[in-house]
């Protein structure tokens, strides 16, 4: 059975005060791995999709990474507005593109 | 700009009144769009894969005849939560995939906060 753990649950930042996130994940054929952000009381944006491993994409501070067993979501001086969920999800091979998700981290970022 | 439009985004009613959440794709065409439901601090669940003029498959558990999905057009899939009860409160995101491309990602629309009182 596919699975997605994500830690930690939360997570409470400095302003500037870069950390990773962590998505460990079982799947019987990867298809893609997905990292969303949520914001309270909206659906999830897109951030980014890696296919395989040692793969990784950069978007302003953050930057995704992929092993056979995990992601890392880098957040390099994170700034107030960075602070939501984060949610990682796996799409299988033979998932027909649904997608399973972990649990996010919740991240606030301090001024 | 937003590319799923979910609508209504919050809902109040009565138990066992029928609620209907509209999800559109407004830059493409989607011949398929998911459900998913996310409790309080929960993960995403998927509900159910609705795929446009055919019967949308649901995941283990989620009853068909409770959650009705129907997805006549290539921009429009509906959710029908009929005869809702206090345990079927939950926030419920639909999502749509560009056909153009395997690799293309789903993008999810705002939600809707469905409260059975």
């Known amino acids: 059975e596919d699975q997605v753990t994500q830690s930690p649950e939360a997570l409470r930042l400095q302003e500037g005060e870069s950390s990773s996130l962590n998505c460990s994940y079982t799947?019987?054929?990867?298809?893609?791995l997905f990292w969303y952000r949520q914001d309270p009381g909206k659906g999830p944006e897109f951030l980014f999709t890696?296919?395989?491993a040692g793969e990784e994409k950069e978007k302003e501070r953050l930057k995704a990474t992929l092993t056979k067993k995990e992601s890392f979501l880098h957040i390099t001086a994170p700034k107030p507005e960075d602070s939501a969920t984060y949610l990682c999800?796996?799409?299988?091979?033979?998932?027909?593109?649904?997608?399973?998700f972990g649990k996010g981290t919740s991240l606030l970022v301090t001024p | 700009g937003a590319v799923v439009s979910q609508h209504p985004s919050w809902v109040i009613c009565k138990s066992g009144t029928s609620v209907k959440i509209e999800c559109r794709s407004l830059?493409?065409?989607?011949?398929?769009m998911f459900w998913y439901r996310q409790f309080p601090k929960q993960s995403l669940m998927l509900m159910a894969t609705?795929?446009?003029?055919?019967?949308?498959?649901?995941e283990q558990g989620v009853e068909k005849d409770k959650f009705l999905i129907n997805h006549a057009s290539l921009t429009l899939s509906t959710l029908t939560v009929t005869s809702a009860h206090p345990e079927d409160s939950s926030f419920y995101i639909c999502?749509?995939?560009?056909?153009?491309?395997?690799?293309?990602?789903?993008?999810f629309g705002d939600g809707t906060r469905l409260s059975i009182l």
């Open positions: 999502s749509a995939r560009s056909p153009q491309g395997s690799n293309q990602p789903q993008h």
């Open positions: 799947v019987s054929g990867l298809r893609g």
């Open positions: 890696l296919y395989s």
């Open positions: 999800a796996v799409q299988a091979a033979d998932s027909g593109y649904a997608l399973n």
């Open positions: 830059d493409f065409q989607a011949t398929t």
């Open positions: 609705s795929n446009e003029g055919s019967k949308a498959t649901y």
